[in-house]
């Protein structure tokens, strides 16, 4: 009987550690994704629009804070934003950028910061905490959008910043880019 008690325990222990979502650890993470139009999906857009997003995630204040340095766009802006998702695919919002240049075109920067994210249940999305931990699992990448191509003109999927650099939740889908 006691056997049999400690074996039910032990199932019960491994059953709720197995269903608990993960938890965020360590403190900020940086990530930073190339955009460009070759990675727009579900369409490639060729029109010689480029850029560069750093995005920095600090789980302690539940915060993201972004970088993002566009080069020779063609069309004004209309939006940008973290989507979740693989490369390749496309995927829901969850960070809007909320850029104050709507409309600007040629090289610009967009930077802010936001506590706010948008909810996406069925992408496994429903606090900023899982929100971060997609973002630094890889599983998200930026898009900026423009009049030209509303459902996207660059894109870059989010990866560590170097290999060292995910202490989050220590899983990463994507390389880190390679240091200059």
Not at 38 to 50: H, L, R
Request: hydrophobic share 45%; with cysteine; proline share 7%.
């Amino acid at each position: 009987m006691r056997r049999t008690f400690l074996y039910g325990l032990m199932t019960a222990l491994l059953v709720v550690g197995a269903t608990t979502a993960p938890r965020a650890q360590g403190g900020k993470q940086t990530l930073v994704a190339v955009l460009s139009g070759g990675s727009e999906a579900p369409n490639v857009v060729n029109t010689g629009a480029y850029g560069k997003a750093v995005i920095t995630i600090d789980p302690s204040a539940g915060e993201v804070t972004w970088v993002i340095d566009v080069f020779n766009f063609p069309a004004g802006l209309t939006a940008s934003h973290i989507h979740a998702g693989a490369a390749g695919t496309a995927g829901p919002i969850i960070i809007d950028f909320k850029p104050g240049i709507i409309g600007v075109s040629g090289p610009f920067q967009l930077s802010g910061s936001t506590k706010d994210f948008i909810a996406r249940p069925a992408a496994g999305i429903r606090s900023m905490e899982e929100a971060m931990i997609a973002i630094a699992a890889g599983n998200a990448y930026v898009n900026v959008h423009s009049q030209a191509n509303p459902g996207g003109e660059i894109r870059g999927q989010l990866c560590p910043a170097k290999a060292s650099d995910n202490g989050y939740n220590a899983i990463a889908i994507c390389s880190p880019i390679p240091q200059q």
